[in-house]
């Protein structure tokens, strides 16, 4: 047994189904074993991978993916464990409700007026998200960030910035792009990496952060 397992087992009881997790009824074994499969795939791992880092035998894992069992609670935080998620992520049961709203005046602001960057997210900071949208405004020569800065997100994290206005630089890992109005970028945001406006004129993104699924 992995430590993983045994920290596991510490903690919750064998007998307790996932069913027992959500006050208010069970959780479908054919929406948990979806979400499973779907997080294991994002993560690039195969079932024994799975297996290995979580303790969890590979045919059990398959059953569980496959929703003929109702995994216990004991071995859906294992599960969680070996995704590198809390098991409220890896279950949802830290979102509050299916829709979420974000007015216009709640958004979340800063930026930092020396490098002429303001921005805007306008998703909710609330536990088990895994993407985040963000607006961000850039005066003539203003940036993000500078080229020394360490790496904001987590690994695995993935960015996708879309310009709406303007014309922009993307440094990344010591590659610069240029992008028009309309370009859209996917790269690898655990890397360093920062925007520049080098123009005379005001430019504008939006970006999405995809949370990396492994912390490793």
């Known amino acids: 047994m992995t430590a993983v397992a045994q920290r596991a087992d510490a903690a919750v009881s064998h007998g307790s189904r996932v069913e027992a997790a959500v006050s208010g009824g069970p959780l479908d074994p054919a929406v948990v074993g979806a979400r499973v499969k779907a997080l294991r795939e994002a993560s690039s791992l195969s079932l024994r991978d799975l297996a290995r880092r979580s303790g969890v035998s590979a045919p059990m894992l398959s059953q569980v993916e496959r929703g003929e069992t109702s995994p216990t609670l004991t071995v859906a935080t294992r599960i969680a464990a070996g995704l590198d998620l809390r098991l409220s992520q890896l279950l949802r049961l830290d979102e509050a409700g299916t829709v979420t709203v974000v007015r216009r005046g709640e958004r979340r602001r800063g930026g930092n007026p020396r490098r002429g960057h303001r921005f805007q997210v306008l998703t909710a900071a609330q536990p088990g998200q895994r993407a985040e949208l963000s607006r961000h405004t ?50 690898d945001a655990d890397l360093p990496h920062h925007f520049e406006n080098p123009t005379d004129a005001e430019a504008t993104l939006l970006a999405v952060v995809s949370a990396g699924l492994r912390r490793s």
Request: hydrophobic share 30%; aromatic share 2%.
């Open 138 to 187: 850039l005066a003539p020569g203003g940036t993000t960030g500078a080229p020394d800065d360490p790496p904001m997100h987590e690994p695995g994290s993935r960015e996708t910035a879309l310009v709406e206005q303007g014309s922009l630089i993307l440094l990344c890992d010591g590659e610069r792009h240029a992008l028009q109005e309309g370009d859209c970028v996917t790269f």
